[in-house]
């Protein structure tokens, strides 16, 4: 092999040795993670109420990670055994609840909608991010738009 050949991959072997070498110390004293980075997530607490306007109303405590109001509403359904039905939306990446606990929108005008805090939603429920101690209430009425 030819002397000046040799010496070229030697330049670039010996510092790509040294790099290797410094982010295997690196990684094993904790400076840098060799893991992926995970999402930001965070448990919450929510108060979840459903007011089937008629005077029957549900209140439930849900507690879990990276909550929405359509994810609460989910959760809740497995936990305490209620059913829901939602349409989802490929266009909008949104679900658009259609009946809860077999009542059904369209009844008297009537259409299930959320509220947040006690502020009507303005995006769609998979986008309303809930923190924690939020009151999350699904009540069956006339549009408010």
């Not at 040795?17 to 997530?41: D, F, H, K, M, R």
């Not at 507690?63 to 936990?79: H, P, R």
């Amino acid at each position: 092999m030819e002397k000046s050949l040799l010496k070229k991959i030697l330049l670039i072997l010996i510092p790509l040795i040294c790099v290797i070498l410094i982010g295997v110390v690196l990684a094993n004293i904790g400076i840098i993670s060799t893991e992926a980075p995970q999402p930001n997530s965070h448990t919450v607490n929510a108060t979840l109420v459903i007011d089937y306007g008629n005077d029957t109303v549900d209140t439930y405590n849900i507690e879990l990670e990276n909550a929405t109001v359509f994810s609460i509403l989910k959760e809740a359904s497995k936990l305490y055994n209620f059913t829901f039905e939602a349409q989802y939306f490929e266009q909008y990446q949104c679900h658009y609840v259609t009946s809860i606990n077999s009542v059904e929108e369209g009844q008297d005008n009537r259409y299930w909608q959320f509220y947040l805090n006690e502020n009507y939603g303005t995006v769609g429920a998979d986008f309303q991010t809930v923190k924690d101690g939020d009151l999350v209430e699904w009540v069956f009425q006339q549009p408010q738009i």
